[in-house]
């Protein structure tokens, strides 16, 4: 075990020790795990009080500083489990799921050990899947059992896991003692129901433990050549790309996590991964790690993002229903994933972290925040299994060009020339279908012949950003990644409402990637230096602009 690098990488960051080949807790530790695993009536451990007394001598047996845990975590367990959670659901966590949990964390060790034995055998034959820091601007996979990850997030229930170095490494806290905290110095219902969502996963495993598994890759766009990565596009490949928009379906209503068919599903993340998951977030990313909880087992070994990278995680499996969000945000029982299992043993659930530019204001339009954006959206959206074909489309940073020479300007004069909000030139062979469900857009013909997207107002909440122009640099980087279909949820946001009439027309006109790309980089220029102030579908259509209305200045900032 000492040769192996991946395990080097990681140790400093697990609470355990390393020596004559194993793996091993210190025996205080294995001690105290042992009297927690007999139950309560041999523990006395029947208490959030108590349990956390108990976390407290575990942490100081194996040296953590006092200073590395949140000062109310105490409180916060106490009150948690000791007068929020009910009465008969205290007494079954205490009494059947603390055992299990402590005996879980007593074979951690073992699970590690069996875990890199087997990755040295190459779940990916000529692949590294072993755990690991997987770097920043190193493209990597980690493979997980879900047993594994289970023990990790135990390890992060009880706070066991050493602080130190972390920030440094830029890895987010994977500890769960500042979410506790939170009940105790500015509580809200919300983040009591969190707490609910991760003790009714720990509940379940305890049950009945999953048997699959998830992987967790840094996909990165490489800044310099490299034969086994996709470079980075520069501004001149997207203007001269001739792909051909991809199938767009728009629904109003409805949640990604809920969609069923076999896609990406984009997670609006923060740069370091689980944003404010484990304290007082519960937005869009905090609420799907709190509902697929092995989500959380990736911010232990993934630091944050650079521009050019995103993170795919295949196979978490969903533990919880929930309604709200925000403050709102309710945990509303059991869920019971039926994804189906690929031949790896994941569940085809399919998310994928992208960080948006964060209140860009007028920066947005510029052509370095359009290019920061597409090439973020492209990473996250990107397969690695064609990276010929990308290398091929970005050879010498060349792009075949626009197939019929449309320039910017006969490209406007479409918009411009148009009475409504219809074809001018030919009727759409696919015409608009809609269904009961709230869903438009073509019909999606290769549906089953791949993976599509399925995202929505990336970056468009908090973070600030320009709905209109992130459905469209959304629409062009799953277009130029070659999927199949994008759908869209604009969970009724207003600025959205002419989304449908905007993208069958411009498919109606059968534009590329490039006339895409070009046009909106033409508005975006107009609107960065003030030519403009009218939002990007009223501009592209002028018979939409008494529909839409003419931006604040929040955007302009």
């Known amino acids: 075990m000492e040769n192996k690098e991946d395990l080097k990488s990681i140790l400093p960051f697990l609470p355990l020790s390393l020596s004559s080949s194993s793996l091993s807790w210190p025996p205080p530790v294995v001690e105290a795990l042992s009297t927690l695993s007999k139950g309560p009536h041999h523990s006395k451990i ?21 200073f590395s845990i949140d000062s109310y975590a105490s409180c916060g367990f106490a009150f948690f489990f000791d007068h929020l959670l009910p009465r008969d659901e205290a007494a079954k966590w205490f009494e059947e799921v603390v055992p299990q949990l402590a005996n879980l964390l007593l074979r951690l060790p073992s699970l590690l050990e069996t875990h890199y034995e087997n990755a040295d055998d190459g779940v990916l034959k000529g692949v ?15 493979f997980l059992s879900q047993e594994l990850i289970g023990a990790l997030l ?9 602080t130190r170095n972390r920030g440094s490494s830029h890895l987010p806290m994977v500890n769960f003692d500042h979410l506790f905290a939170c009940l105790q110095d500015h509580y809200e219902e919300a983040y009591e129901h969190k707490l609910k969502c991760i003790v009714h996963y720990f509940g379940r495993i305890c049950s009945s433990m999953p048997e699959g598994y998830v992987s967790f890759e840094r996909k990165v766009l490489s800044l310099e050549y490299s034969p086994s990565c996709i470079p980075y596009p520069k501004e001149k490949v997207w203007s001269q ?8 379906e728009i629904s109003i209503s409805g949640l990604i996590e809920d969609q069923s068919r076999e896609a990406i599903e984009v997670d609006f993340a923060n740069m370091y991964l689980g944003g404010g998951a484990l304290v007082r977030g519960c937005v869009q990313e905090e609420i799907r790690f709190m509902i697929n909880p092995e989500l959380i087992a990736g911010m232990l070994f993934l630091p944050c993002m650079a521009d050019n990278e995103a993170v795919e995680i295949v196979g978490t499996e969903r533990f919880s229903s929930y309604t709200g969000y925000a403050s709102s945000f309710r945990f509303n029982g059991d869920y019971a994933d039926k994804k189906d299992i690929d031949v790896l043993g994941r ?3 399919r998310i994928v972290a992208i960080d948006a530019l964060c209140r860009p204001g007028k920066s947005q339009y510029r052509r370095e925040g359009l290019l920061r954006e597409i090439n973020k959206a492209f990473c ?15 050879k010498d940073d060349k792009a075949v060009n626009i197939t019929d020479g449309r320039s910017i300007d006969n490209l ?8 409504s909000s219809q074809p001018t030139e030919e009727p759409l062979r696919n015409p608009l279908i809609r269904n009961r469900e709230g869903h438009s857009g073509q019909p999606l013909v290769d549906d089953h012949h791949g993976i599509g997207v399925v995202t929505g107002n990336w970056g468009c909440g908090a973070f600030g950003g320009d709905p209109q122009l992130k459905a469209m640099l959304q629409w062009i980087a799953a277009s130029q990644a070659m999927r199949p279909f994008i ?18 027309w411009i498919v109606s006109h059968k534009w590329t990637v490039g006339e895409l790309w070009n046009v909106l980089a033409e508005y975006s220029s107009q609107r960065s230096r003030g030519a403009t102030s009218i939002r990007f579908f009223s501009w592209l259509l002028p018979s939409l602009s008494s529909r839409d209305t003419m931006l604040n200045d929040s955007n302009d900032d």
């Open 46 to 66: 029947n208490s959030g009080e108590l349990l956390f007394i108990a976390i407290f001598d575990m942490r100081n047996s194996l040296s953590l500083p006092e």
């Open 128 to 142: 590294k899947t072993g755990l690991r820091l997987l770097e920043s601007q190193e493209p990597g996979i980690v």
């Open 154 to 162: 135990a390890c992060a229930l009880f706070c066991l896991f050493p």
């Open 241 to 248: 790309s001739n792909i051909s928009l991809c199938h767009f």
């Open 347 to 349: 569940r085809k659930t």
């Open 380 to 394: 996250g959206f990107m397969d690695q299994c064609k990276c010929h074909q990308h290398q091929q489309l970005f």
């Open 412 to 419: 406007l004069l479409l918009g411009h020339t148009s009475t």
């Open 487 to 504: 759908l869209y949820y604009t969970f009724g946001l207003e600025a959205l409402q002419m989304l449908d009439q905007v993208t069958q």
